[in-house]
């Protein structure tokens, strides 16, 4: 049980509602499109949950962090691939805090009213997990950036309007080389092309090279050498996001086969009677439960302004395991019919697989587990 304040559980009711209303209408339809449509943008704008980070002076209705992850539950129980779409824009007003305050008016209100899209990219074809070992390059050029190299694995990359990108200013620096920027999509010398993803179609995922893309310097977010060190603090709030979205999915597939094996007979006898199906499920609903806590946590000490980079870890980690596991069990219960596109199982479960690579690998956040317990200097290398 998570104790949520009085003005958490009505903001849940309220997001709850807009989800039930508003999303459920289309929703396994739109989750074979590759695209976000125009419309469900609107929508998610219009009920303010683009607004969730946006500073007041720019529009926004900032909330508390665990507030955000019921937002993302809520959503992601009925449209999955909503929840990364609001993740993405709230994701912009925090890391662009330590931006240029002229960049910041023009870009955080149009994010937080679903005007443009926003993506993030740090990934490169040749390092993931290693984020400092990236090969992009952004040189100086009096009071102008040129920016050289290619992002890969961007979600939105095909739709957005905005990238907010991890480039090298000093390549011999290595971490403390590490800029970030945000770049306009439609500028000159800037390239896109889509993957054919088996999961988070929506997310229309693509690989965009940037040859001789020039910024000015108000686009760039901090000082130089301060991008790796900004991105990792915006990855612990976003992998305990990443975490709730997991689970979301897998808590309406658990309800859905708690209700079906209630109705569905076999041998003359409901299949909830059968220890293998209703062990299992009681399984499954204490592997969410784990998860869920996991996630809170991580948020609710980002809220108290605590170190929390273990505990998200934790849960980036284990919320996709188990939502993958949950909606495995509940696609074989359901039988051929979850098998087949009937019900919105192997969908989901397609969807839930790709949080266990984004946003850090399972290896890698059992790594910053292992060197948070084991403390400086011991623990895993590599």
């Not at 129980?77 to 609001?86: E, H, Q, T, W």
């Not at 109705?263 to 199906?277: Q, Y």
Request: aromatic share 10%; hydrophobic share 45%.
């Amino acid at each position: 049980m998570i104790y949520f304040t009085e003005a958490q559980k009505k903001f849940r009711s309220i997001v709850r509602d807009f989800a039930l209303t508003e999303l459920v209408p289309g929703a396994n339809e739109r989750a074979k499109m590759d695209y976000a449509p125009s419309e469900m943008i609107r929508k998610l704008a219009g009920a303010g949950l683009f607004k969730l980070t946006t500073p007041v002076k720019y529009g926004g209705k900032p909330t508390d962090f665990v507030s955000i992850g019921i937002a993302t539950e809520e959503i992601s129980k009925v449209d999955f691939n909503s929840a990364p779409l609001i993740a993405n824009q709230i994701l912009m007003p925090l890391l662009m805090a330590w931006g240029f305050e002229e960049l910041r008016e023009e870009w955080i209100p149009a994010f937080g009213n679903g005007e443009k899209l926003a993506c993030f990219a740090n990934t490169e074809p040749d390092c993931g997990s290693d984020a400092s070992a990236i090969k992009t390059r952004a040189a100086r050029d009096g009071d102008s950036y040129i920016i050289n190299g290619e992002k890969t694995a961007v979600s939105f990359g095909m739709q957005g309007d905005a990238l907010l990108l991890t480039a090298k200013t000093d390549p011999e620096a290595g971490a403390r080389g590490v800029t970030l920027f945000l770049v306009p999509l439609h500028l000159p010398g800037i390239n896109r092309s889509r993957f054919v993803d088996m999961g988070a179609i929506p997310a229309g995922r693509a690989s965009i090279t940037l040859s001789g893309v020039r910024i000015p310097i108000k686009y760039r977010i901090g000082e130089e050498g301060e991008g790796f060190s900004k991105v990792m603090s915006g990855f612990d709030f976003f992998r305990a996001i990443g975490g709730l979205g997991a689970i979301g999915v897998a808590e309406a597939s658990l309800a859905e086969a708690a209700e079906y094996v209630k109705k569905r007979m076999v041998f003359g006898s409901p299949m909830s009677d059968f220890e293998g199906i209703s062990f299992k499920l009681a399984e499954d609903a204490t592997l969410i439960e784990a998860s869920r806590l996991l996630c809170y946590q991580a948020l609710r000490l980002r809220d108290e302004g605590l170190q929390h980079t273990k505990e998200s870890a934790m849960a980036k980690w284990f919320a996709p395991f188990c939502a993958v596991r949950v909606i495995h069990d509940v696609l074989l219960i359901f039988g051929w019919r979850g098998y087949s596109e009937e019900k919105p199982i192997e969908q989901r479960l397609r969807d839930a697989f790709g949080l266990r690579i984004g946003d850090g690998t399972a290896e890698m956040m059992k790594l910053i587990i292992a060197r948070s317990i084991l403390g400086r200097g011991f623990g895993p290398t590599m």
